[in-house]
């Protein structure tokens, strides 16, 4: 026995895990409509016979048709009205059957499900007034928004105009609801600017009283000054001044909840602030609320009174006195209506050759063809059916948009129609067509090759590699021929990309690249014109040769003014001159090509000429020549100019010679003292070397320098002494 209860109450457990499968993990193949709710409509309705409704005074009504999805019980959603809208409508609440309650506030409206419901249209009409004025008639935009939708819709408004009746001291109009719900009231006080006072026998009286189902809003109450409340044309002047404080206090003290009561025989206008009296001829435009405490009233009064004196043609007084009653029919309570109008859709996925062949996974979509939303999606299941209910009615299209695994997409459509008529729609089979084993695309490339500056040329002989993106391989080699045009077919499918390899002759070769793709959908590849530049003519290098001169002794001396000849070797003929600067700089820049020959053709100042040359080459390869130190020796100081020798006479012939009875001994000459050398002097910058000479023991006759007087003497003397010494010798020799 308790055996078997453990096999039933594994039984009961797995009929509950079962049960709670099927909950979870519904089967069937429709995919929920959106499970939000939309706007499908709004229109607004004036009242009979009008296309407007006129500010303040008249009713419109607001229709909105919503498209509700299924809604639990106690769900809520909510339709906003665009801000600020100036609309006064009705707040109490109002069923719509048993399904749904409408409750509006100073936003819109909410709707709430009073039990679960199904998909259904909802109509819900607002009657509501326009509680501003307008300047003629005026198209006001209202904007409704729901669950991120927004639409919008216009109003037409009629400007509200009022004329003062020349016996008028006070009137009391009603402006309609506020947006958080209570009524707003206007009075015009003395827009015929009469003088009015009070008297003992008959007192200045200003009296309002809020009527039934209404409280006054005591700080609410709002003055105005209205320094011109009639126009040119006769008409109430519905703009007003500035605020009023004295006013706005006077009255909010005097008031109470049902309204204010003052009375005085002494009036003189009205008390201010400060202690004085405002102007007893003042115009004053007063506003203020009144809260409703009754939702389901729609009728609701006020009314206000003055009495007084004003001063006749006479010498009595003439009294006066004004009641003004006014009432606001409110906008009566909204109302609504809404239908199950649903219905079903259902068809079978097949194969188009054998409809035996169930074909699942096929998505559709149900789309809205007047909004072009999509109402629903629909997938069909292992049998290939495709299933949804609770459809709105209305018109819709049903088309696929996923086909089946192995199958083509089938772009034919299939119209909807759901109504009390046909709740239920089959299409039957809707089949499709097996995927066709695929084609390997295969495509052509061409290209015109031309001269940059003048397309009109063709270029023929340019090389072109077309590489495959993903292998980094050639595929082909493309020479473009003698109209320029390069071209290739039965290219298969791909990323390539085409680069010039070898420019056509005379014209630079491209660095760009250029993308090819060949697909199903693109096999013709027209890359249009391709450019090249021409090879531009060599440029002739130049360079540039720069040197120093300076003292041969000491190179820190710079030499200016040296002059040196640059001379192209090929054809011997100079090509420019060049002197050194002050700092003994010589430059030169420009120079073509070649190899020249650099020659100093005058020293500077104060020192030789150098007589060698320096070879200069120019080239591509060395385009900046310098020579560095060129230097240059001094010229000697003070020069001495030789005497031309003069010729001797002949001597006479010698007689015989006299022998000496004692010959003469020559003595030894004595030897001269050296004396000490001279260091050079510097003088003026240049080097005078003097040298000291040896002192003989007679005087010494000094050579003459240049500028000097010639001494007569100084021949004689050189043959006197030559004559003598060979007499010497001779006579020697004879003995």
């Known amino acids: 026995m308790k055996q078997n209860n453990k096999w039933y109450r594994i039984l009961v457990g797995c009929l509950l895990i079962f049960l709670i499968g099927m909950v979870a993990f519904p089967q069937g193949s429709k995919s929920e409509a959106a499970e939000t709710s939309t706007v499908k409509s709004v229109t607004i309705t004036y009242p009979e016979g009008q296309t407007s409704a006129t500010a303040f005074v008249d009713t419109l009504s607001l229709h909105f048709t919503l498209d509700v999805p299924k809604m639990a019980e106690g769900e809520q959603t909510h339709i906003t009205f665009g801000q600020p809208n100036s609309l006064g409508y009705n707040r109490a609440s109002f069923n719509i059957g048993g399904s749904f309650q409408v409750t509006p506030d100073a936003t819109g409206f909410t709707l709430t499900a009073l039990q679960n419901t199904t998909p259904q249209l909802v109509q819900v009409a607002i009657p509501a007034n326009y509680t501003a004025n307008v300047s003629g008639i005026e198209t006001i935009p209202l904007s409704i928004e729901l669950n991120g939708q927004t639409t919008s819709v216009n109003m037409t408004i009629k400007e509200y105009k009022d004329t003062v009746d020349k016996n008028e001291l006070v009137k009391k109009i009603p402006l309609g609801f506020t947006a958080d719900g209570n009524l707003e009231w206007a009075a015009y006080y003395n827009y015929n600017q009469l003088a009015v006072s009070g008297s003992a026998d008959y007192p200045f009286v200003f009296q309002d009283t809020v009527g039934a189902n209404q409280v006054l809003v005591k700080d609410s109450i709002s003055a105005y000054k209205v320094s011109e409340p009639i126009a040119a044309d006769g008409s109430r002047n519905l703009t007003h001044d500035s605020y009023d404080f004295d006013m706005s206090n006077f009255l909010q003290k005097e008031a109470t909840n049902t309204g204010w009561n003052y009375e005085n025989p002494s009036f003189k206008g009205f008390p201010s602030l400060t202690g004085g009296t405002l102007p007893n001829t003042a115009s004053y435009y007063i506003v203020y609320e009144t809260k409703v405490t009754d939702d389901g009233t729609s009728l609701y009064t006020n009314e206000l009174y003055t009495q007084g004196v004003i001063n006749g043609n006479g010498s009595e007084p003439i009294r006066i006195q004004d009641r003004s009653p006014a009432q606001f029919q409110a906008a009566g309570q909204g109302s609504g209506d809404s239908d199950n109008l649903v219905g079903s859709l259902i068809f079978e996925k097949a194969d188009s050759a054998d409809t035996s062949i169930k074909l699942a996974g096929a998505t559709f979509t149900l789309t809205d063809p007047t909004t072009q939303e999509i109402f629903a999606t629909i997938t069909t299941d292992e049998t290939g059916v495709g299933s949804l209910s609770d459809i709105p009615y209305g018109s819709y299209v049903l088309q696929e948009t996923k086909a089946p695994e192995g199958y083509q997409l089938s772009d034919k459509t299939y119209p909807v129609t759901i109504s009390e008529d046909q709740q239920k729609v089959d299409l039957g089979t809707i089949s499709n067509d097996k995927t066709p084993p695929p084609v390997e695309p295969k495509g052509s490339l061409t290209f015109e090759k031309v001269d940059s500056a003048d397309p009109t040329i063709k270029l023929a002989d340019a090389t072109f590699q077309l590489t495959n993106q993903a292998t980094q391989e050639v595929f082909a080699t493309i020479t473009t021929d003698e109209a320029g045009l390069g071209s290739l077919n039965d290219i298969p499918a ?242």
């Open 494 to 735: 791909g990323e390539y990309t085409l680069q010039e390899t070898k420019a056509p002759e005379g014209y630079q070769l491209s660095d760009k690249t250029f993308p090819v793709t060949i697909s199903t959908d693109q096999q013709k590849i027209d890359l249009g014109k391709i450019s090249n530049n021409k090879t531009p003519p060599p440029v002739e290098p130049k360079g540039s040769l720069t040197f120093e001169k300076v003292d041969s002794t000491d190179a820190t001396i710079k030499l200016a003014d040296a002059t040196f000849q640059l001379i192209n070797q090929a054809s011997q003929e100079v090509y420019a001159t060049i002197t050194t600067d002050k700092t003994g700089l010589g430059s030169l820049s420009d120079i073509p090509a070649g190899e020249y020959t650099l020659k100093e053709t005058k020293a500077p100042e104060g020192y030789q000429l150098s007589d060698k040359t320096y070879p200069v080459t120019i080239s591509k390869d060395q385009q900046t020549v310098d020579l560095k130190n060129i230097p240059n020796t001094k010229v000697p100081s003070n020069p001495v100019t030789p005497v031309e020798p003069t010729t001797p006479d002949q001597p006479e012939k010698p007689s015989k010679p006299i022998t000496p009875s004692c010959p003469i001994i020559p003595s030894v000459p004595a030897t001269p003292s050296a004396s000490t050398p001279i260091t050079p002097v510097d003088v003026a910058g240049k080097t005078t070397r003097i040298v000291s000479e040896v002192t003989p023991s007679a005087p010494i006759q000094t050579l003459p320098t240049t500028g000097d007087t010639s001494n007569d003497t100084l021949p004689w003397f050189g043959g006197l002494l030559i004559l003598s010494t060979g007499g010497y010798f001779l006579i020697r020799r004879k003995g």
